[in-house]
Protein backbone atom coordinates (compact mmCIF):
# COMPACT_ATOMS: atom_id res chain seq x y z
CA UNK A 1 0.00 0.00 0.00
CA UNK A 2 2.84 2.26 0.51
CA UNK A 3 4.67 1.75 -2.25
CA UNK A 4 1.50 2.07 -4.41
CA UNK A 5 0.69 5.50 -2.74
CA UNK A 6 4.66 6.41 -3.30
CA UNK A 7 4.65 5.44 -6.83
CA UNK A 8 0.89 7.65 -7.28
CA UNK A 9 3.09 10.34 -5.68
CA UNK A 10 5.68 10.67 -8.23
CA UNK A 11 3.52 10.08 -11.27
CA UNK A 12 1.68 13.12 -10.30
CA UNK A 13 4.91 14.68 -9.73
CA UNK A 14 6.23 14.20 -12.57
CA UNK A 15 4.96 16.92 -14.99
CA UNK A 16 6.22 19.33 -12.89
CA UNK A 17 9.63 18.44 -13.77
CA UNK A 18 11.63 18.84 -17.26
CA UNK A 19 11.01 15.94 -19.38
CA UNK A 20 14.52 14.65 -19.07
CA UNK A 21 14.16 14.46 -14.71
CA UNK A 22 15.67 11.55 -13.16
CA UNK A 23 13.30 10.92 -9.99
CA UNK A 24 14.51 8.08 -7.40
CA UNK A 25 12.12 7.53 -4.73
CA UNK A 26 12.02 5.40 -1.27
CA UNK A 27 10.81 4.76 1.76
CA UNK A 28 13.44 5.84 4.81
CA UNK A 29 11.89 5.55 8.62
CA UNK A 30 7.94 5.63 7.42
CA UNK A 31 9.05 9.27 5.69
CA UNK A 32 8.61 9.05 1.34
CA UNK A 33 11.71 10.92 -0.28
CA UNK A 34 11.65 11.28 -3.73
CA UNK A 35 15.22 13.22 -5.32
CA UNK A 36 15.01 14.47 -8.71
CA UNK A 37 17.62 16.21 -10.70
CA UNK A 38 18.07 16.49 -14.31
CA UNK A 39 20.91 17.61 -17.39
CA UNK A 40 21.34 21.02 -17.75
CA UNK A 41 21.92 21.67 -21.75
CA UNK A 42 22.98 24.96 -21.48
CA UNK A 43 26.72 25.14 -20.46
CA UNK A 44 28.94 24.18 -23.49
CA UNK A 45 32.05 23.55 -21.00
CA UNK A 46 30.48 20.99 -18.68
CA UNK A 47 28.44 19.00 -21.21
CA UNK A 48 27.38 16.65 -18.42
CA UNK A 49 26.69 19.06 -15.64
CA UNK A 50 23.26 17.93 -13.46
CA UNK A 51 20.75 20.46 -11.54
CA UNK A 52 20.89 20.77 -7.86
CA UNK A 53 19.36 18.00 -6.95
CA UNK A 54 15.60 18.85 -5.45
CA UNK A 55 15.05 16.32 -1.97
CA UNK A 56 11.34 16.22 -1.32
CA UNK A 57 10.68 14.76 1.90
CA UNK A 58 6.50 13.79 2.53
CA UNK A 59 6.75 13.51 6.40
CA UNK A 60 5.16 10.16 7.78
CA UNK A 61 2.63 12.18 9.65
CA UNK A 62 1.63 13.61 6.15
CA UNK A 63 1.49 10.62 4.96
CA UNK A 64 -0.61 9.15 7.84
CA UNK A 65 -2.76 11.66 7.37
CA UNK A 66 -3.33 11.70 3.54
CA UNK A 67 -4.02 7.78 4.04
CA UNK A 68 -6.90 8.40 6.63
CA UNK A 69 -8.39 11.06 4.88
CA UNK A 70 -7.81 9.47 1.19
CA UNK A 71 -11.69 9.01 0.54
CA UNK A 72 -13.04 12.56 1.57
CA UNK A 73 -9.97 15.23 1.11
CA UNK A 74 -8.01 12.76 -1.70
CA UNK A 75 -8.43 15.51 -4.39
CA UNK A 76 -7.61 18.60 -2.05
CA UNK A 77 -4.33 17.11 -0.90
CA UNK A 78 -3.11 16.29 -4.59
CA UNK A 79 -3.63 19.69 -5.48
CA UNK A 80 -2.39 20.90 -2.44
CA UNK A 81 0.84 19.00 -2.91
CA UNK A 82 1.19 19.59 -6.53
CA UNK A 83 0.43 23.73 -5.49
CA UNK A 84 3.75 23.55 -2.85
CA UNK A 85 5.77 21.68 -5.48
CA UNK A 86 5.27 24.04 -8.12
CA UNK A 87 5.26 27.28 -6.00
CA UNK A 88 8.77 25.46 -4.96
CA UNK A 89 9.81 24.99 -8.10
CA UNK A 90 8.79 28.25 -9.91
CA UNK A 91 11.83 29.81 -7.78
CA UNK A 92 14.06 27.21 -8.12
CA UNK A 93 17.71 27.48 -9.67
CA UNK A 94 18.38 24.17 -10.61
CA UNK A 95 22.34 25.89 -11.73
CA UNK A 96 25.17 25.91 -8.74
CA UNK A 97 28.88 26.27 -8.92
CA UNK A 98 30.05 23.03 -7.92
CA UNK A 99 32.91 21.73 -9.62
CA UNK A 100 32.20 17.84 -12.05
CA UNK A 101 34.47 16.74 -8.89
CA UNK A 102 32.25 17.56 -6.16
CA UNK A 103 28.60 16.34 -4.89
CA UNK A 104 25.74 18.50 -6.38
CA UNK A 105 23.99 20.50 -3.89
CA UNK A 106 21.11 19.53 -2.59
CA UNK A 107 17.92 21.53 -1.94
CA UNK A 108 15.68 19.75 1.04
CA UNK A 109 11.82 20.32 0.62
CA UNK A 110 9.96 18.98 3.45
CA UNK A 111 5.99 18.88 3.33
CA UNK A 112 4.47 18.20 6.24
CA UNK A 113 1.51 17.28 8.24
CA UNK A 114 0.53 21.18 8.79
CA UNK A 115 1.56 22.22 5.74
CA UNK A 116 -0.75 19.19 3.76
CA UNK A 117 -3.60 20.52 6.31
CA UNK A 118 -3.50 24.57 5.64
Avoid at 43 to 64: D, G, M, T, V, Y
Avoid at 71 to 97: A, C, M, T
Avoid at 103 to 109: A, D, G, I, S
Wanted: proline share 3%; with cysteine; net charge neutral.
Amino acid sequence: MNEDLLDYLVRMMRPLFPMNACIVSGISGGDYIIQIDWKLENNLQRKNERSRKIKIKISENAIQDYLDHKKERGELYDNRLKNLIYQWYSVFNPHHDACTTRLTPTENWLISRDLLNA
